[in-house]
């Protein structure tokens, strides 16, 4: 899976032996080491060397999330801090407009970014779609997530728990689900995009972790894709991703309203442990000038008599 990249790298990592078996049920309290049977295979739960309140979190063998306890502001993923930037220049926290954002996170893990969104903004609404229930409740158990209404963790696949969404319901749509290597192709289709504008309130915005090898392939038919559904869309990245020199991840956002260019942001995404550089929308165009957009196959013929 390209989406789980730390700044501090892989160092801190150690195996851990054997598996817990404990019962979800059972309401252990707080984060203990060890691989845990899920619905979908296994996670596996890793005490953070380099920070003493960190965990991190991986599925089925791939690194999925970090959170630490301590400090709910603290990301440790670079693209994670990326859309933390994104959205915040969009809707700056101390403007008292700022409270009512209702968010929507197509894929959970750890919940890292919906704990951040709900520090930043303390009277926000979330809800975390997540495929497998067994692991959402371990989550709420280990880290003390905020509750419901603010926020709420929904045990369902997210394309189909998008469609049955109320319209202009949200500000902002985050998609963060991978199946190996890249994204499942039914939440990158125009057809699922246009699920995406009909949820998305009057100036929302989406952001889409889209992950790709050197080539750029993927990334430029995401790119196309939400180019063609939306009027206004950036791209953030490190430069030695967007020049295709390396496995990794973008971020890809889309609006109906303008993303302003914000020297604020650009200043913050220059800033990090890995500095970003910022496409405006003619770059992302001509980017992904060129590839196909998606669709979803055709329907298959009727066989009614």
Request: glycine share 8%; charged share 25%.
């Amino acid at each position: 899976m390209v989406k789980r990249g730390r700044s501090g790298g892989r160092n801190s990592i150690r195996a851990v032996a054997g598996v817990v078996d404990v019962p979800v049920g059972s309401r252990q309290s707080g984060p203990v080491e060890g691989v845990y049977y899920i619905d979908t295979g296994d996670c596996e739960l890793v005490a953070d060397q380099d920070n003493s309140n960190g965990w991190l979190l991986k599925i089925n063998g791939v690194m999925s999330s970090h959170i630490d306890l301590a400090d709910p502001l603290f990301l440790d993923f670079e693209y994670m801090r990326w859309m933390a930037a994104l959205v915040e220049s969009r809707w700056p926290p101390s403007e008292a407009s700022s409270a009512k954002l209702r968010g929507l996170h197509l894929g959970g893990g750890a919940c890292s970014m919906a704990r951040y969104f709900a520090a930043a903004y303390p009277d926000a609404r979330q809800v975390v779609v997540e495929l497998d229930g067994k692991l959402a409740e371990y989550v709420r158990n280990w880290f003390d997530l905020p509750k419901a209404p603010l926020l709420r963790i929904r045990v369902g696949e997210a394309r189909a728990v998008t469609e049955t969404l109320t319209a202009n319901t949200r500000e902002f749509i985050i998609r963060d689900v991978f199946a190996g290597a890249h994204t499942p192709r039914p939440l990158t289709t125009t057809e699922f995009n246009r699920h995406v504008k009909r949820v998305l309130a009057p100036g929302g915005l989406y952001l889409a972790n889209s992950g790709d090898a050197p080539d750029l392939r993927n990334a430029r038919e995401d790119a196309a894709t939400i180019a063609a559904a939306f009027r206004h869309t950036v791209i953030i990245a490190d430069p030695a991703m967007l020049k295709g020199r390396r496995y990794g991840n973008m971020v890809m956002a889309g609006s109906d309203e303008p993303i302003v260019d914000d020297p604020q942001l650009r200043r913050r995404l220059l800033g990090g442990a890995v500095p970003a550089h910022l496409w405006d929308d003619a770059q992302v165009r001509a980017f992904a000038a060129g590839s196909p957009v998606r669709h979803d196959p055709p329907a298959p013929p009727s066989t009614a008599p």
